[in-house]
């Protein structure tokens, strides 16, 4: 069993930052990438990015040039840094770490981009 714990979701301003954080904790020498994915009210959940052990990333189109993903294995942690946010980016963030045979979800952090 895999537990994600994220932090780092919050209000900001059109054009602000912030970073989401999600640390892995238990059997986590299995997983082999994370990532997030968010979800608005209504919608299907959409991959944002995902980065593997060895270090490769992936992001959505909407999120290129914008976001940046990285990860700490020496915590279990990955990191998502959003910049330029718009309020199309407006939604509820899940970290995920994916097993051979499982994947693993966080609580989910509400990430609000307003003025």
């Known amino acids: 069993q895999v537990q994600l714990v994220e932090s780092g979701g919050g209000l900001v301003q059109p054009g602000g930052s912030l970073r989401l954080s999600c640390a892995a904790s238990?059997?986590?020498?299995?997983?082999?990438?994370m990532g997030w994915y968010r979800q608005t009210p209504g919608k299907q959940r959409e991959l944002v990015a995902t980065i593997t052990n060895g270090g490769s990333t992936n992001y959505a189109n909407s999120v290129k040039g914008r976001f940046t993903i990285s990860r700490d294995n020496a915590k279990n942690t990955v990191y998502l840094q959003m910049n330029s946010l718009e309020p199309e980016d407006t939604a509820v963030y899940y970290c995920?770490?994916?097993?051979?045979?499982?994947?693993?979800w966080g609580q989910g952090t509400q990430v609000t981009v307003s003025s």
């Open positions: 995920y770490a994916r097993e051979l045979l499982n994947t693993y």
């Open positions: 238990g059997d986590s020498f299995r997983i082999n990438a």
